[in-house]
C-alpha cells in the first residue's frame, strides 16, 4: 500500500516540477489586427472591477496599455484553464468560478486566440491553439471572462479541475497540510471553499517532511464557513496530503428573476456558470427536482426561451433522461434556447398526488419543517395556494404523522402565520413561532392542503312549487314558476353568483348568507337546457368557481282541458293529476281569476265568463281546487293545488277565442302562385285580385269583416263558411295589409276571431302588353299606336290578327292599360310570310282596366298582326 502511494506522489511531483519549466514563447494574443510583442513577466495579467484582487475581469498588458480579453466564435469547454492559471498568476488559489459575459462596450480589447492546458505559470506561457467550432456567421459575439479565485487553498490542478495538490496560504506562501487532522470534515469545508463538491479519492504522502519545510495542521469541527476559521498550527515534521480529488459538484442557480427562485437555468461545471438549454431530440427539459436542487419549493413552470442569437450553454446529455437524479453529465456548445424556471420560495407541498396538494412544509433556514393544522388559518391557505400559483383552496385537514412533530427532536419552534388573505405570498404575511413544547406537540397534526385552479364548485337546487330537487333530469310544465339556488358555504367572502343558461343568458346576483336564488315566474321553451352556477370571491373577482350544473325540460302544460263539442276554449273544465282525469270542482275559491289563468294556459285569449254547473244529484269523483292565483299566472297547477274530492258541480270556462282563426287566402290571374303560405303576394297594376275569408265548420252563420290596414273594412256574410271579397283593378291604393275577421253570436254573446295578416306590394307598370310602331326613341317613351305584342311564358309575340274576337272593346282595354286614352282604330296588318305568334283567347266586356286580365293567349302561326291606334301619345 505504501509503495502505490508513493507512486503516486512521485507522479504528481514530477507534474508540479513540469509546469514550472514550459517554455517561454510569445504568447498568441493579438490586438485587433496588430501582432503582441512579450509581456513584462508576472505583472502582465489582473483581475479587475471585482470584490479583491483574486475576483473580476480578466485584462492583459501589452505595449504599455492594460485592455480585457475577448475571444469569439467559439465553443470551448476548457475557460476553466484560463481562470486556473490566471488564479495562480495572480498569487491566489484555485478557480471557483468561471462567467462568459457578452461583451457590449466600445473600448479598445485584446483578442485572445490561445488556450491554456492548466500547468501553465503564466498566461502568456499558454501556447495551445484555440479550437474553432463554428463560423462567424453562425455566432458574431464575442466574450470576456470573469474569474473569482479562492484565496487561502487551492488544489495545485495538473489535468482535472477540483483535483490536485493540496496547498493553503501562509505568511511563507502556499504550503502542504498536514495529513493528520485532515479528516472527513475537513475535507469537505476544503472542497467546498474552492466550489467543488463532495471529497472523494485522497493520497497521504509516504514519509515525513523533516528539515525546515513548513506544513499546516488544521482541527476543524465542522461548523466552519471556511478553512482558515479552523484552529490550526504550524508543524514541519508531518506527513503532507499528496492529493486530494473533488466531485466536480456541478452547482445549479436561476438568475435574473424576481426572486432566486425565478429565473433563467444557470448551470456550473469545471467551475464555469453558463446557461442550460434543452436537447434538440427532447420537447420537454429533463430535470428532474430542480427546485429542490437549488434549494426552492415546489415547480411552477418549466420552459424554453427562444433567443435572437447564439451563445455559450450547458445542454444535458441524452443518458441522463435514465437517471432519477438530476443529471451531472453536460456538454458545452452554442444555441439560442434557454431554460426558464419558476419555483416556490420558503413554502412546498409534499408527498401529494401533485405539486398543488400535499403536506404543507416552509423552509427554516437549510430544513423543511411542517406546519402545525392547529395554527392554520382559511386565510392562510387562501394566500399559500395563490403564491404556489395554485389557484385556490379546494380542501385542508390535519394528518397525524408522529415522525413529522412528535418525534423530530430538531423541531424545536412551530411557525404560525397571520395572513389577511390579501398577500401574495405566504412569506409576505405577518408570522411567529412558538415553543415546540411536548403538550404542544402531542396535539399536532402536518397540515395538508389541496388547491385547483379554481374556487370548489357550489351547490345547485332547483325548486318548483312542487318541491325541490338537485339532480338531473328535472321537469317542470310550461307556464309554471321555478327558481335555481346556488349557494356555497365557504370560509371566504363570496362577491357575487352567476348563472348561465346554454352560454348565453346571464343573471349575476350578490349572495345573501352565501346563497342567491334565480326566480323564473313562467317557464317557457327558452328556458330548457343545462343551467351552471359560478360564483367568485371578493379576494379575485376576476376568477370565478368551478360550475355546477343542472338539466332543466320544460314540458308541454296539456294537464288541462275544456269539454265542447264545438270549441276548445269553451266548456266543462277537466285536469289531469296523478295520471288521472278529472272534472274540477270547488267550494268556495273559484272566480273569474282562476278562470283567466284557465284561458292563459290554453291560449284561447281572456277570460269571457265562468260558472258553477249542478251536473246530478249524486256525488261524482272530482278534483276539488285550492288556490292562491292572482289572475296573472300562466298555468292554473302553478298557483293552486288539487285533491280527489266527491261532489255533483263542475266548473264551466268560456274564452274569448271560442271562435276558430279564421283563414286568409289570396287570389290575381297575375299571382296565381302568391305565396298563401308567407302571406305575401304582388299586385298588378290595372289587374283584378280576390280576398277569400274562410272558417272551418264550428258553429252555423256569422259574417267576415276584411280588415285593410287595420282602419277600413268590408263586410259580407258567412255562405258555407267563407266569403270572397274581389278588386276590379289594382292601384296604389290597394297596397299594404288585410285580415279576416269572423264574428258570430253564440252563448247569448258576441265572439270574434281574426286570421293572420297578408301584405301585398303593387308593381306599378305590367309590360305584358305594348304597342310597337318601329321607331327607336332616346327617351325610352312608350307609343300609343302600332301593333299589339303580349306576353306569354316570359316572352313578348306579336298578336295575330286571326282570330274572330278581337274588335274596337279589346283595343280599348289596351289603350286603357298602357294609359293612352281611348281607342281609335284598330285594324289588321298583313306580313310578308308566317311566323309564330300569339292566338289571342277573350272573356271581355271592354270595361277592364287589362288585357290578360280578361283573356289569355297561346301561341300560333300566322302572317297577320293587330294594329291599334289611341288618342294618347
Known sequence: MLSVQHSLFVRWSLALLLSFFVLMDICSLQPEGEELNGFAAWNDARLVDGDSRCSGRLEMKNQSQWRTLIFSNRDEEDNVWYGEVACRQMGCGSAVTITQIEHKTDQPTWEMNFSCEGTDSTLKECRKPIRQRYTEEMFNSTYILQVVCSESVRLFTISRHCSGIVEVKSDQGWVSVCEEGFDSETKKLFCRELGCGNPGQFWGSPVKREGTAVTKQFQCKGNESHLEDCVSSVRRNCKPVAGLQCSQGNAMRLVGGETPCRGILEGQHNAEWRPLTSPWYSHEVGYPNVCEKIGCGNLISLSDNQLPNYHPMWMVTRTCYDDSSF???????????????????????????????????????????????????????????????????????????????????????????????????????????????????????????????????????????????????????????????????????????????????????????????????????????????????????????????????????????LVNEESRCAGRLELEHQKEWRPVSHRHSWSLKEAAVVCRQLGCGSVFSTRTVEESPELQPRW??????????????????????????????FCSDILLQPDISFFSIMSDEADNKSQTAVLYKGYSFTFTCSVKPQYPGGYFSLIFNQTKSITKPASNHSAHFMFPAADKANQGNYSCVYHNFIFNSNFSSESQTFSVTLEDESINVILDDGVLREDDSKPCAGKVLVSFEDEMMLLSAETTVWNLKHASVVCRQLGCGSAVATKEIKLPHKKLMARFFSDCDGSESALLDCGTVLPWYSSSAVEVVCTGH
Open 624 to 653: 276539488r281546487f285550492y288556490s292562491d292565483c292572482d289572475g296573472s299566472e300562466s298555468a292554473l297547477m302553478s298557483c293552486g293545488m288539487v285533491r280527489k274530492w266527491p261532489s255533483s258541480s263542475t266548473v264551466e270556462v
Open 327 to 561: 443529471c451531472t453529465s453536460w456538454d458545452g456548445l452554442h444555441s439560442n434556447s434557454n431554460v426558464a424556471v419558476s419555483c416556490t420560495e420558503g413554502v412546498r407541498l409534499v408527498d401529494g398526488s401533485n405539486r398543488c396538494s400535499g403536506k404543507l412544509e416552509v423552509k427554516s433556514g437549510q430544513s423543511w419543517r411542517p406546519v402545525c393544522e392547529s395554527f392554520l388559518t382559511a386565510e392562510t391557505v387562501f394566500v399559500t395556494c395563490r403564491g404556489l400559483e395554485c389557484g385556490f383552496p379546494h380542501e385542508y385537514f390535519g394528518q397525524r404523522d408522529p415522525g413529522s412533530f412528535a418525534e423530530n427532536t430538531d423541531f424545536t419552534m412551530i411557525p404560525i402565520f397571520n395572513c389577511s388573505g390579501t398577500e401574495k405570498h405566504l412569506k409576505d404575511c405577518p408570522s411567529t413561532v412558538i415553543n415546540a413544547t411536548a403538550e404542544v406537540m402531542g396535539s399536532c397534526f402536518e397540515a395538508r392542503i389541496k388547491c385547483k385552479g379554481h374556487p370548489p364548485s357550489p351547490s345547485i337546487m332547483f325548486y318548483t312549487g312542487h318541491g325541490s330537487k338537485s339532480r338531473s333530469p328535472l321537469k317542470v310544465f310550461q307556464g309554471h314558476g321555478f327558481a335555481v339556488s346556488c349557494s356555497r358555504n365557504s370560509p371566504y367572502s363570496i362577491l357575487s353568483f352567476r348563472l348561465t343558461l346554454a352560454d348565453q343568458s346571464v343573471q349575476i346576483q350578490s349572495p345573501v348568507d352565501q346563497e342567491a336564488i334565480f326566480i323564473f315566474p313562467a317557464a317557457e321553451k327558452t328556458h330548457q337546457g343545462v343551467y351552471r352556477c359560478e360564483y367568485n370571491l371578493k379576494a379575485s373577482p376576476d376568477v370565478f368557481s368551478e360550475p355546477a350544473y343542472v338539466s332543466i325540460s320544460v314540458q308541454e302544460n296539456n294537464n288541462l282541458r
